[in-house]
T-cell receptor, first 111, second 114 residues
Framework: GAGVSQSPSNKVTEKGKDVELRCDPISGHTALYWYRQSLGQGLEFLIYFQGNSAPDKSGLPSDRFSAERTGGSVSTLTIQRTQQEDSAVYLC?????????FGPGTRLTVT | AQSVTQLDSQVPVFEEAPVELRCNYS??????LFWYVQYPNQGLQLLLKYLSGSTLVKGINGFEAEFNKSQTSFHLRKPSVHISDTAEYFCAVSGMDSNYQLIWGAGTKLIIKP
């Protein structure tokens, strides 16, 4: 079956521009997570959606970051007024229990 | 709240030698434990997990891990590594009361020397 997909796979943007990153989770998975992985670093939790509950936004690094999940399925992570320190790989994962299934990530480069 | 410590950022090992990647956790509640692997330029995939039952857990690609509650550890082992095991390995923990969220270690890069 189809796994978690993310688009675009690579995104190069100029400092100050807004970007949108998309995640298509596995059908039927109620939970969706966004993580950030900077070069050579571990996973940094950003935001977590579980069913119809209010999302856990505790990991978002600033108010330039926001995410939504429409219809309990597709999610979009938006970064406004991008900064060079936002350059990283953004990973999405979905799950219905404790096992998280990861997408291939979006590599964001801010120039 | 939980935390995870992977003490080794990199572990170099010769091909066909055994390897152990260390993971320690802290938690005030019972936990579930996981190891994920990230091959170069790929997303993460589950290697193995401990939810309950036998404390020795076997995963894919010949890896195994042992849950040691008294030492709050979940070390990953493989008796003989191959070049294809070159990857980054992440340990993660979830408290049984945590609504499925995982707390992640910083990762350990396994470097296989020919």
């Amino acid at each position: 079956g189809a796994g978690v997909s993310q688009s675009p796979s690579n995104k190069v943007t100029e400092k100050g521009k807004d970007v949108e990153l998309r995640c298509d989770p596995i059908s039927g998975h109620t939970a969706l997570y966004w993580y950030r992985q900077s070069l050579g670093q571990g996973l940094e939790f950003l935001i977590y959606f579980q069913g119809n509950s209010a999302p856990d936004k505790s990991g978002l690094p600033s108010d330039r970051f926001s995410a939504e999940r429409t219809g309990g399925s597709v999610s979009t992570l938006t970064i406004q007024r991008t900064q060079q320190e936002d350059s990283a790989v953004y990973l999405c994962a979905s799950s219905w229990s404790y096992e998280q299934y990861f997408g291939p990530g979006t590599r964001l480069t801010v120039t | 709240a939980q935390s995870v410590t992977q003490l080794d950022s990199q572990v170099p090992v010769f091909e066909e030698a055994p390897v152990e990647l260390r993971c320690n956790y802290s938690s005030s509640v019972s936990v579930y434990l996981f190891w994920y692997v990230q091959y170069p330029n790929q997303g993460l995939q589950l290697l193995l997990k401990y939810l309950s039952g036998s404390t020795l857990v076997k995963g894919i690609n010949g890896f195994e891990a042992e849950f040691n509650k008294s030492q709050t550890s979940f070390h990953l082992r493989k008796p003989s590594v191959h070049i294809s095991d070159t990857a980054e390995y992440f340990c993660a923990v979830s408290g049984m009361d945590s609504n499925y969220q995982l707390i992640w270690g910083a990762g350990t890069k396994l470097i296989i020397k020919p």
